[in-house]
């Protein structure tokens, strides 16, 4: 495993990050998350990411138990706060009662004493953003928050929060967690210049593309049982992604990975990773051979006539 900091911070994380969106606490049975756990702990990935929407807290609660083995500091845990977690006016967004509510719920669910990276999971528009960035700083003069992130966050709202930070004295985010794919690129016009100047690292989603970028869909063809595409909860989201043209690129795709004598997966990651801003790519898995493939993507290097080869199917 190869390791970058975080943003400019002194955090280092792994380039490979295991997620439990969609799949811990619920999708995939409890045994089988621990074992995909244990062996991307087993390859070098150190950076593990939840958030308590996922399951509504459940998949944090799986998480947390799978990593209570090992020494608190061999991992970097991180968590995210933002979506609705009851019923309440005060059971959403980003307001000091909001933020230090989940915080302490979600150290509980995971049963530790600390989260090494708390994210805001969206922008809150009914939020004063400086009460936002206070509710953070006081977390992390407390310990129980190690360093701030945020996710999906536009260019200028990120810097916003870096400009109030800084004005104010406050600790600085120094992460942005967005999704980026060959075939999700809207970060690379705003958000990953700026971020690139002011030191916040990206730890991207679905830099598979929900799981287009790995073959297994095929123009024409019926989707895989128990994929993506057929599970309530992604269907809407895949579907936009599974168009002819994209599944055109994908066949494209191939050939470049079978040159390189790599999988499409390790190729489609090792490509999010050529970028010197993103810090870690972030997988899901439902098998712990998933997090074996994907990890050989550190290892791939894309020359110059790789990527071109690429922007030229991407185009």
């Not at 928050?145 to 990120?158: D, F, H, K, N, R």
């Not at 794919?181 to 593309?209: F, H, N, T």
Request: aromatic share 8%; glycine share 6%; with cysteine.
């Amino acid at each position: 495993m190869k390791y970058r900091r975080l943003g400019k911070s002194g955090l280092k994380i792994s380039e490979i990050g295991l997620g439990s969106w969609l799949t811990y606490g619920g999708t995939v049975a409890d045994e089988t998350a621990t074992t995909c756990i244990d062996k991307a702990y087993e390859l070098g990935i150190n950076f593990f990411d939840t958030a308590n929407i996922y399951r509504k807290g459940e998949a944090e609660v799986v998480v947390g138990r799978a990593l209570q083995k090992y020494p608190r500091e061999s991992f970097v845990l991180a968590t995210k706060g933002f979506w609705p977690m009851g019923e309440g006016p005060n059971d959403r967004g980003l307001s000091r009662k909001h933020i230090f509510e989940q915080v302490h719920a979600s150290l509980k669910r995971l049963n530790v004493e600390y989260v090494d990276l708390w994210q805001c999971h969206r922008f809150d528009e009914t939020t004063p953003l400086e009460e936002t960035l206070r509710a953070i700083d006081d977390l992390i003069t407390q310990g129980k928050i190690l360093y701030a992130g945020v996710s999906e966050w536009t260019a200028v709202q990120i810097n916003d929060a870096l400009h109030i930070a800084d004005v104010k004295n406050l600790d600085r985010i120094i992460s942005n967690q967005p999704q980026y794919s060959m075939l999700e690129r809207y970060i690379e016009k705003d958000v990953l210049p700026l971020c690139e100047r002011e030191g916040v690292g990206q730890v991207v989603w679905s830099p598979l593309a929900q799981g287009v970028l790995t073959g297994k869909y095929k123009k024409g063809e019926k989707y895989p049982e128990g994929s993506r595409a057929t599970v309530d909860d992604t269907s809407k989201i895949i579907q936009r992604l599974l168009t002819d043209e994209n599944l055109d690129k994908v066949e494209k795709l191939k050939e470049v990975a079978e040159r390189k004598e790599c999988t499409l997966a390790a190729l489609a990651l090792a490509w999010v990773l050529r970028q010197p801003n993103v810090s870690s790519a972030i997988i899901g898995a439902s098998r712990p051979e998933q997090v074996e493939e994907n990890v050989k993507a550190v290892d791939i290097e894309l020359t110059a006539e790789d990527v071109q080869q690429i922007e030229e199917i991407l185009a």
